[in-house]
């Protein structure tokens, strides 16, 4: 084993700020065993008696909603939260009492079916979450079992103390504590993207004290003691000590291993458990999951609370004029209604006691009237729900052919919610981009090189409907051509014949391009990795910029293949010779980048003992460091880097300087001062030690590399802009980085005026020496408010010139923004600027920000990521959505909504969104409207009555309409209704905004179905009973029965509700046709079934239709008359609101109708309300070009006036 062990290719001690394992006890390593850092680890040794006293948690992680034994009385609750079942439990038990008014089965029956219905969708759903966790927690681990044996282990059955064996590629099974690796300095590499959202590999290294144990074997004896914090979700901080041999080393975050981190570029470690399962870091991050409910779906319960409240009153009512009438039967020994027997009758009926009866009748009356409340409105959502779920999971617009992977709805409570989107928060690594960069563009000597197109410039040039920048001649096109017959190399897509295949060394500059490449090939800090078997070097480095730097410099001649502590050796192509030629550079020191400096630099000695000083970095500080003599290129330079700036494109600028030996000596010797300073200005020296060396500096050129985007964003982004959703993007990655990709996507732009709280300031860094930490962070805190505060003046100032303004906030500063008495004026900032970025946010953030803008704005927010540093921010948002990418599962196993890439987003909520969203409210309005319509004819029919209680329809009409004749077309309007196409849908994504503005489910739409019930009802039951009341009805001259009455009105009403259906649909569909005209067909059959049975059975329905209505000409002439009389008033307002105030889907529809959809001019008129002047997108960026143009035209036109 030992004999595998490798030597590092790298040079820690000079490119990283720590010391190889050695750190030092220095502040918060004084508060070991205090509160807050309580917790000691027996390593290897997690048996023993002291561990089991201590009980920590197992290493089993659960993602599911309900357990065995949670899930019966949970799921009871969740069923019972909605007011409508609470209801319909109180009647199923009153049901069994003789105040009933029908009988208990047809009312306990509904009931019963409806919760176990919904009950068996949250199994289902549930099951689902639970086969993922039993996949990741049965992953297997090698595990110390004594005597130096490991053995292969359950993820799930790791235990504090355990010794584990990780090997490359390999994700980390708890948070451990490295012990050693396969480097002979006990370093690893880990990727983080499953916390942080970072691509860069981090190095970690062991301590010296266990370095040395490099087998298997080595842990035969090992014993020692961890004493550290207590679990907590911080994750880039950590503070502990191991005692081995009775000798105490202190720990540090460079030993802290992970959970869901993965080994990278090492081939195996050895660490021990220190916190597991919902102790580990990562899941302390993230937050249960929540039990989402829709904002459709809680006014639902709103109206529900009116429709009792109406049921109440005329309960009340009626049981009122009942006492009144009842107290009235005797009077002075006289029956008024002698037919009553009211004086032979129960307490129900007995005048002597009409207070009592009026009360029971009050009981009797809210059974009667529950058909105001519609008991299948919530199974039938479910349904409807469910096949939602399943077109989103089938469409095949949403299928990622390269993975293989369709979209997924995980749920499907929130589809309506998908309609309402205001905010959309999200991640960006491996959410908006592909997690790589590509190297595209240089500009050298002045000049620019690389043909390559961007996908902003793609996206510009398509909306202006002109050709793309710089393109191709018919030679140059075939250059292009033969460039992509060859293999793809990743993180290089640079075209250009002037400078490949060694074509540079003809360019008038060639010497400048020398320098230039030379440069990109030895200033870095990438570890090259050479395959065995086909010689072909790939590169681990610290950002993929940086890598993609490298792959160019070697597929442009100059190939970086080795590296040692003290050289960087190359093989390059000579310009006098054409061959290519091996050169190594001595490397002295590395200046690192930091988000301060914005530059890194490297110190190297060529072949010829030359000192070379070699420098990258922003134009913001490399241009003010430029020699006199150096700036040769300078303006050209510029130009260039702003047209690869507004391309989307990440710039950096690439200088020079040689040095004398005398400037050197001086130098290092500071600098090594610095370096090995334990002072808490240790990074302050170091800095000023590198701001003495980087000066007169002579320009070379400048980088420009594609951040790239994942296929679409940026046309997705526009859509939604369009749309009136706002984005904002959190993300772990540095400012510049993510200043950067909101470029390329089009989030910000050339001339967006950028509001940047940031506490790295030099004031901060200042503040930051102290040693009294309430002051530094009540400083930093009025700083941060300070910044904001000036943000918020500057956006009201821009308010009146109607300026975009665009926010960014690093995480320090958030910290602050996020407190009570701040969070307000943050969101009050945030919310007026058209795109937000929060930079360096840790998980608990992300969740943080999004609660901010769900619970104060009120809006429906919606969250999108692809790793397990996104979980928390998807649970907390109304809807998360989780990307099925590179980086896991864990989002998506987390998520409402799994989709492979971004720009999926954008028909999954201006398509399904809109068609859900608008489908669960008509069809919500229209189950209050045909229960209301309904119902009604109940109460009217009570009061025909003297309100005692006598039903107008059987039990099972009663228990029947809202399952059998009424229900299945409402459900074919939830699933197949379509107001416009989905082609449509995207071509006026101001459609949307009938969602955000709730204008197909608000108040006043609401009231207006009740209120077109009420009138049907009125129309239905005053129609019939004036029509036959005193009118013969059969050919003998009998006047109509109850039977026939209600046989009669309950036809009506059928007919009516159906035909209200017909008339409200938008998209007929052979099904559509079916249930509708079906349910009216199958009414009529069931009359006809139902009626033939026994008596006993059918009671009231028995032969009424064969023998009485059927045969009757006036039934079906009252059929057709209340049909006609009920749909008029709703036909007339229809086409009087369609006419004169037409909502935005009708004017859709009227281009359709009118084949007016090739019209550009119609088109453009409506489409001109989608564009909003301070929306984001290359759509507002090509406007703003626009705008900008012209202005500078006007200028011209008036200075050539004067």
């Known amino acids: 084993m030992a004999g595998n062990r490798r030597k590092r290719h790298n040079f820690s001690s000079q490119i990283h700020a720590f010391t190889c394992g050695k750190t030092s006890f220095q502040g918060d390593h004084s508060l070991i065993g205090g509160p807050g850092f309580s917790r000691v680890v027996y390593c290897n040794d997690p048996d023993c008696f002291e561990s089991s006293v201590l009980n920590y ?35 199923a038990i009153l049901s069994f009492t003789p105040l009933s008014p029908y009988s208990a089965v047809s009312n306990v029956l509904p009931l019963v079916v409806v919760i176990g219905a919904t009950m068996g969708k949250e199994i289902l759903e549930d099951w689902r979450r639970k086969k993922q966790d039993i996949e990741v927690n049965n992953r297997k681990v090698k595990v110390h079992f004594g005597d130096g044996v490991f053995e292969s282990s359950k993820w799930k059955d790791l235990k504090v103390g355990d010794i584990v064996k990780v090997e490359k590629d390999e994700f980390f099974p708890a948070d451990l504590i490295l012990l050693s690796s396969s480097y002979e ?39 020692a003691i961890i004493r550290c914090e207590d679990p907590n979700a911080s994750l880039y901080s950590f503070v502990g000590t191991m005692d081995i041999e009775e000798q105490q080393y202190p720990l540090s975050p460079q030993q802290l291993l992970l959970r869901d981190s993965k080994l990278r570029n090492t081939d195996y470690i050895y660490g021990v458990v220190i916190f597991t399962g919902h102790d580990t870091k990562v899941i302390q991050n993230s937050t249960p999951p929540p039990s989402k409910r829709s904002k459709i779906e809680r006014r639902m319960d709103k109206i529900i609370y009116f429709l009792f409240g109406t049921l109440v009153l005329m309960s009340i009512i009626g049981s009122i004029i009942f006492g009144i009438t009842t107290s009235e039967d005797i009077e002075d020994g006289r029956m008024k209604r002698w037919y009553l027997r009211p004086d032979d009758t129960t307490v129900y009926y007995d005048p002597k006691r009409a207070a009592a009866a009026a009360i029971l009748q009050f009981w009797t009356d809210v059974l009667l009237y529950g058909y105001l409340i519609p008991i299948s409105l919530y199974v039938s959502i479910e349904i409807v729900k469910i096949l939602q779920s399943r077109f989103i999971n089938q469409d095949i617009h949403m299928y990622y052919e390269e993975a293989d992977k369709p979209a997924l709805a995980r749920t499907s409570n929130l589809n309506e919610e998908l309609g309402q989107v205001d905010t959309i928060l999200s991640d960006k690594t491996g959410t908006l981009t592909c997690n790589s960069m590509e190297f595209i563009k240089c500009s050298i000597a002045g000049t620019s090189y690389g043909r390559g197109v961007t996908e902003v410039e793609r996206a510009m040039a398509s909306r202006k409907g002109s050709p793309l920048p710089q393109e191709a001649t018919e030679e140059e096109a075939n250059v292009v051509e033969s ?165 989307g494109l990440r710039t950096l600028i690439l200088a020079y300087r040689e040095l004398d030996e005398e400037e050197y000596n001086r130098f290092n010797e500071e600098f090594t001062v610095a370096k090995n300073s334990l002072s808490a ?123 975009a303004l665009a926010l960014i906030i690093d995480g320090k500063s958030l910290t602050y923004a996020l407190e009570d008495d701040v969070k307000d004026i943050f969101l009050e900032l945030a919310i007026g600027c058209a795109s937000v970025i929060c930079c360096r946010s840790s998980p608990k953030q992300k969740a943080l920000v999004t609660r901010l803008v769900k619970v104060k704005t009120g809006s429906t927010t919606l969250a999108i990521g692809d790793g397990a540093n996104d979980v928390g921010m998807l649970q907390e948002a109304d809807i998360g959505v989780g990307i099925s990418g590179a980086e896991g599962m864990q989002a998506v196993m987390s998520s409402d909504i799994a989709i492979a890439q971004f720009r999926f987003l954008e028909r999954l909520l201006l398509v399904h969104g809109h068609w859900c969203y608008r489908r669960i409210s008509s069809m919500i309005c229209y189950f209050f409207y045909k229960n209301i319509a309904f119902g009604f004819t109940i109460f009217f029919f009570q009061m025909y009555a003297s309100f005692s209680g006598q039903t107008v329809y059987n039990d099972w ?246």
């Open 57 to 91: 948690s197992d290493n089993y992680v659960r993602t599911t909603k309900y357990t065995l034994a949670t899930f019966l009385p949970r799921s009871i609750f969740e069923q019972f939260r909605r007011v409508a079942n609470l209801y319909f439990l109180l009647c």
């Open 957 to 1202: 009409f009663l228990s029947l309409y809202n399952v059998f004749f009424t229900s299945l077309p409402v459900i074919a309007l939830g699933v197949f209704d379509q107001d416009v196409t989905a082609r449509l849908c995207l071509r006026f994504p101001l459609l949307y905004q009938e969602g955000i503005q709730n204008v197909l489910f608000s108040w006043t739409r609401i009231l207006g179905w009740a209120f077109n019930g009420v009138l049907s009802a009125i129309i239905i039951f005053f129609f019939c009973i004036r029509a036959m009341e005193q009118q013969a009805f059969r050919k003998g001259g009998e006047v109509a029965g109850l039977e026939i009455l209600g046989a009669t009105m309950y036809t009506c009403v059928v007919w009516v509700v159906n035909c209200q259906m017909a008339l409200s649909v938008s998209y007929f569909t052979f099904i559509q046709h079916i249930f509708i005209w079906g349910g009216i067909i199958f009414w009529y059959l069931f009359l006809l079934a139902y009626g033939a049975m026994d008596p006993d059975i059918s009671t009231t329905a028995y032969k009424v239709f064969i023998e009485a209505c059927a045969p009757a000409p006036f039934f079906w002439l009252i059929t057709i008359l209340v049909v006609i009389s009920s749909l008029l008033p709703y036909f007339a307002y229809s086409s009087i609101q369609m006419r004169f105030f037409p909502f935005y889907h009708q004017m859709i529809q009227w281009i359709r109708f009118d084949g007016q959809t090739d019209d550009p001019e119609y088109v453009y008129m409506v489409r001109q309300r989608s564009l909003r002047p301070t929306t984001v997108g290359f759509t507002a960026r090509f406007e703003a070009s626009s705008r900008n143009l012209k202005a500078d035209l006007e200028k011209m036109t008036e200075g050539q006036a004067l």
């Open 185 to 223: 300095e006990a370093i690893c590499y880990v990727e983080t993207t499953n916390l942080d959202g970072e691509t860069n590999l981090k190095l970690k290294q062991a301590l010296d004290a266990t370095s040395n144990l490099i087998e298997d074997s080595s842990f035969q004896n090992f014993k």
């Open 483 to 647: 460039a992509e017959e060859k293999a793809s190399v990743k993180g290089y897509n640079f075209v250009d014949e002037r400078i490949v295949n060694g074509n540079w060394v003809k360019e008038p500059r060639a010497d400048v391009i020398h320098k230039f490449l030379r440069l990109l090939a030895i200033c870095h800090t990438a570890l090259p990795e050479i395959d065995e078997e086909t010689g072909r070097i790939t590169y681990e480095a610290e950002s993929p910029d940086e890598a993609a730097f490298v792959i160019a410099a070697r597929e442009l001649g100059f190939e970086f293949y080795e590296r040692t502590q003290t050289s960087i050796s190359l093989h390059e192509l000579d310009p006098v010779s054409c061959r290519s030629v091996e050169r190594s550079y001595k490397l002295l020191n590395v200046l690192e980048f930091s988000s301060s400096r914005k530059r890194m630099s490297v110190i190297v000695r060529n072949e010829e003992g030359t000192l070379l000083l070699l420098s990258k970095g922003a134009d913001s500080v490399m241009f003010e460091r430029l020699a006199e003599n150096g700036r040769e290129f300078e303006e050209q330079t510029k130009a260039h880097i702003n047209e690869y700036a507004d391309a």
């Open 681 to 803: 200005d240790r990074e302050e020296m170091i800095e000023e030690a590198a701001e003495k060396i980087e000066k007169d500096l002579i320009l070379l050129g400048a980088t420009a590399v594609e951040d790239k985007l994942q296929n679409g964003v940026p046309e997705c982004i526009d859509k939604l802009a369009q749309a009136g959703i706002k984005l904002w993007v959190l993300t772990g990655d540095k400012m510049e980085t993510a200043i950067n990709i909101g470029f390329a996507c089009s989030l910000l732009r050339q001339g967006m005026q950028q509001i940047v709280v940031n506490s790295d300031t030099p004031e901060t860094k200042a503040l930051e020496k102290s040693e009294d930490k309430s002051a530094v962070a009540a400083a930093l805190k009025e700083s941060v408010i300070r910044q904001i505060l000036d943000g918020r003046t500057l956006l009201r100032a821009s308010n009146e010139s109607l300026e």
